[in-house]
């Protein structure tokens, strides 16, 4: 299984590589709301900031200096942290005025370039829960995510935060153990502890007791922390947790759940969002399960789970997105799974669901992303499919299915991302199939005869293009001229022969993956290829080149 997901992963997204969907799409989405965000947090402390005509106290800033002084900020993101200016207007530092004196209440020190290449670059490093932390005593929020503790261990002052209700300490490069005195911030409703080097220096969690304590908590990550002996008793030490609506434990070494009936109630009434992926079940579904009555959103890809999905699954009647990815996953699927007439995500690929593709899913009319990737699905699409109008995303990528592409296919005008690749169908698919999917973002139709017209112009712009393994040869198709936003592209084996035009390299400047592997292209390399300079994964054997030079940039 883990071969299959490598091929899958051959268009990866950055690190962290666990999330369920390999969009390039949506990845873009995220970031840009990730920019936004930093931005809007500079902007609310600025703006904070300036409210205050008094200034923060002489004892905050000091205790901020102190701070600042005993970290390393290479990239010197504290350059307004000065003495002479009011600390509530300092980058990051947010000021309330709630009892009526000026006191610091966040601290948005979240590094600014997360997921970038420069990174590391603008990362705060060091001694980031210094001592002098302790002073701030209004402290509410606590953001340090994507700075670098160096390795270091979250030292156990840290639960003398009493004030704190959000403390966000993701991907920041600590190791060691959890400090049981965690347990002391009664008052946190939002934690993030989610790490960045698994598997290199994963964080264990000796005990989960400390937990318990926190029992406001709304939001809990521990993602890729080592919870593997503490996991015995994982799921009474979160029913502490009334609150909760989020729970995110991917990828925590999570091995002993306990799968039939639990000998207490439930009392998880408000979680809405649980991820467990990335753990190893080695079973059937969990029962209790299905108790989680309030899940929108469910996601247990890659756990190792066996067996067919329960009826009881109808029970989770508000779900929305449903991911079970790379699991033992065996068909039929049970019919009261097209019950859930709010699911708007279902994954499923990489499973053993097998036969056709089920007539069931037509009734979930609200479906924008369906991904049945590599589950031995037989037979032709059944053209009712095409009454999926809703659907942003339907990906069908290696399976054997067979016949003619319905007509009713082309005619889903909503799509965004469509990958037919790698199965066995009959027939041309032609520039008039294409025509009216002016949306059309992602397109992989690897192994697929195709027959368009090379002059075609194709009414919308591709980001990511798939076309391995398809006759395009032996000129490159001149309907790529037209796609200006490639980030991703592969033409592997595609008959190509001669050398690539001009026009081609140009078009690819924000390229980031690029694919030429297995054809006939000749000639040298254009000097113009060190102007990709987002190009991270490229592929030019077999081959006729006569490679000059290469410069890479490597990423994540
Ligand atoms: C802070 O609040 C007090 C009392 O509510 C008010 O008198 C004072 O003007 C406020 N200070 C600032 C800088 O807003
Ligand atoms: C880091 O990269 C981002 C986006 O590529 C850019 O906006 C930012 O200015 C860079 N920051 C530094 C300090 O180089
Ligand atoms: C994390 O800390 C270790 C130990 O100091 C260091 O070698 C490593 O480069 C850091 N990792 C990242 C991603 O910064
Ligand atoms: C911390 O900053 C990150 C952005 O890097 C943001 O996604 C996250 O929501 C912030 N956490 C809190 C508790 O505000
Ligand atoms: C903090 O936690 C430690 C260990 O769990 C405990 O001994 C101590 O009394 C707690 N302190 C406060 C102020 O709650
Ligand atoms: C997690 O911790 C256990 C117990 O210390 C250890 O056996 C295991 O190798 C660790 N897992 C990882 C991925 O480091
Ligand atoms: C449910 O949560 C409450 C509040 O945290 C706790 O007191 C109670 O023991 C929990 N019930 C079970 C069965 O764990
Ligand atoms: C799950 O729900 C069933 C029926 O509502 C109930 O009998 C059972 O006790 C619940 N199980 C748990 C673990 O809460
Ligand atoms: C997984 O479960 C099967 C069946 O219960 C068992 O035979 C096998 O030993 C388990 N594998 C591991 C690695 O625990
Ligand atoms: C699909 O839509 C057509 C016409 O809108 C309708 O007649 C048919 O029953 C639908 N099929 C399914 C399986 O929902
Ligand atoms: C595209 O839309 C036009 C106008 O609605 C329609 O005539 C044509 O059949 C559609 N093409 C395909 C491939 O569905
Ligand atoms: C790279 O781009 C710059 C600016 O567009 C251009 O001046 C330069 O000639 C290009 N380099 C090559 C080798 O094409």
Known sequence: MAEAWRSRLRFREPWPPHHPHHCYNLYLVRLFWLIILAFFFMEVAGVEGRVSSKGCLQRERDALLLFKSAIKDPSARLSSWHAQVDCCAWTGVVCHNRTGSIRVAELNLQNPNAYQLNESDTALRGELLHPSLLSLTHLHTLNLSFNDFDGTQIPPLIGSLHKLLHLDLSFSNFSGTIPPRLGNLTNLLYLDLRSYNYPYSVTLVHSLDWLSDLSSLIYLDMSYMNLSIA???????????????????????????????????????????????????????????????????????????????????????????????????????????????HLTYLDLSYTLLGNSLPMGIMNLSSLSALYLDNCSLISPIPSELG??????????????????????????????????????????????????????????????????????????????????????????????????????????????????????????????????????????????????????????????????????????
Not at 294 to 318: F, Q
Not at 514 to 535: C, F, M, V
């Open 231 to 341: 996991s015995h008793n994982l799921i009474s030490a979160v029913n502490m947790l009334p609150s909760l609506q989020q729970l995110n434990l991917a990828a925590c070494g999570i091995n002993n759940i306990p799968q039939y009936s639990l000998n207490f109630h439930l009392n998880l009434t408000s979680l809405t969002t649980l991820d467990l992926s990335e753990n190893f079940f080695n079973s059937s579904f969990p029962n209790w399960l299905w108790n989680l009555t309030s899940l929108k959103s469910l996601t247990l890809s890659m756990c190792e789970i066996r067996g067919m999905l329960p009826i009881e699954i109808s029970n989770l009647i508000s779900l929305t997105h449903l991911y079970l990815f790379g699991n033992f996953l065996s068909g039929p699927l049970p019919d009261t799974l097209w019950k859930l007439k």
């Open 387 to 556: 009454n999926l109008t809703t659907l942003n995303e339907l990906s069908l990528e290696s399976n054997l299915l067979s016949g003619l592409i319905p007509h009713e296919i082309w005619k889903l005008v909503n799509l965004e991302y469509l990958d037919l690749s790698f199965n066995s169908f009959e027939g041309d698919i032609t520039e008039f199939h294409l025509s009216n999917l002016t949306k059309l973002n992602a397109l992989s139709l690897s192994g697929i005869t195709l027959a368009i017209d090379h002059n075609w112009n194709p009414p919308f712009q591709l980001q990511v293009i798939r076309l391995g393994s398809c006759k395009l040869g032996p000129r490159l198709p001149t309907w790529l001229r037209s796609q200006k936003s490639i980030v991703a592209i592969d033409l592997y084996n595609t008959s190509i022969e001669d050398n690539l035009p001009e026009w081609f390299w140009n078009s690819l400047s924000i390229v980031e993956f690029l694919d030429l592997s297995r054809n006939k292209i000749s000639g040298t390399l254009p000097a113009s290829l060190e102007n990709l300079t987002k190009l991270s994964n490229l592929y030019l054997d077999s081959n006729l080149l006569k490679v000059q030079f290469l410069i890479f940039h490597p990423t994540y």
